[in-house]
């Protein structure tokens, strides 16, 4: 079973940054992509960011482009998502999520860190 904790949530002001981790761990599992997620209180789930865990190619869900931006470390199974110029509307618990291939959804979830951006 596939384990993720995320770390490095917080509260900043806006146009401040944070930087938050994903640990992957729990036996042998293959890593397709790696991502971040978000909810906002009152909204659904939306896609951040994910890193295509082979070539590391990245994509950006278009509210955080240019500003948010994702990595990995192999050697960790730990993906990162350091954010800049950070907005109010930024406000959220931000859930770590990996995909195991192409033909499988992002199924294992992590538990999630709270992220607050102050006007």
């Known amino acids: 079973q596939v384990q993720l904790v995320e770390s490095g949530g917080g509260l900043v002001q806006a146009g401040g940054s944070l930087r938050l981790s994903c640990a992957a761990s729990?036996?042998?599992?293959?890593?397709?992509?790696m991502g971040w997620f978000r909810q906002a209180p009152g909204k659904e789930r939306e896609f951040v960011a994910d890193i295509r865990w082979g070539d590391s190619r990245t994509t950006y869900a278009d509210s955080v482009k240019g500003r948010f931006t994702i990595s990995r470390d192999n050697a960790k199974n730990t993906v990162y998502l350091q954010m800049n110029t950070l907005k109010p509307e930024d406000t959220a618990v931000y859930y770590c999520a990996l995909r195991r291939s192409l033909t499988t959804q992002y199924d294992s979830w992590g538990q999630g860190t709270q992220v607050t951006v102050s006007s």
């Open positions: 729990g036996g042998t599992f293959s890593i397709w992509r």
